[in-house]
Nanobody
Framework: QVQLVESGGGLVQAGASLRLSCVAS????????MGWFRQAPDKGREFVAA????????DYHDSVKGRFTINRDNARNTVVLQMSSLKPEDTAVYYC???????????????WGQGTQVTVSS
């Protein structure tokens, strides 16, 4: 059974940093592209960042480029989203997702975590 478990969300002030982690189990992690998406109230799920399975190719939404960094540790089945210079518009539930072999920027992923809330106050 595949599980993706996110952690690290919270309430911070604008300009602060947060580090989200996602630990995967039940899959061969090194074979999966990993993505982060977010969903604000009354909005659709939005692509944030993704990282390829083994060559560390990354992709970011324009709104987070230069502020967010995605990394993975295949030995620990973990993907991390380091977020800095947070803005109120970054407030959302953040989801970790896994897709075999590729990293689409649409929510076409095989597995999803339960989400972690990030709230940025102004």
């Amino acid at each position: 059974q595949v599980q993706l478990v996110e952690s690290g969300g919270g309430l911070v002030q604008a300009g602060a940093s947060l580090r989200l982690s996602c630990v995967a189990s039940g899959l061969t992690f090194k074979n999966f592209g990993m993505g982060w998406f977010r969903q604000a109230p009354d909005k659709g799920r939005e692509f944030v960042a993704a990282i390829a399975p083994t060559d560390n190719v990354t992709d970011y939404h324009d709104s987070v480029k230069g502020r967010f960094t995605i990394n993975r540790d295949n030995a620990r089945n973990t993907v991390v989203l380091q977020m800095s210079s947070l803005k109120p518009e970054d407030t959302a539930v953040y989801y970790c997702a896994a897709r075999a072999g590729v990293i689409p920027i649409t929510p076409e992923y095989d597995y999803w975590g339960q989400g972690t809330q990030v709230t940025v106050s102004s």
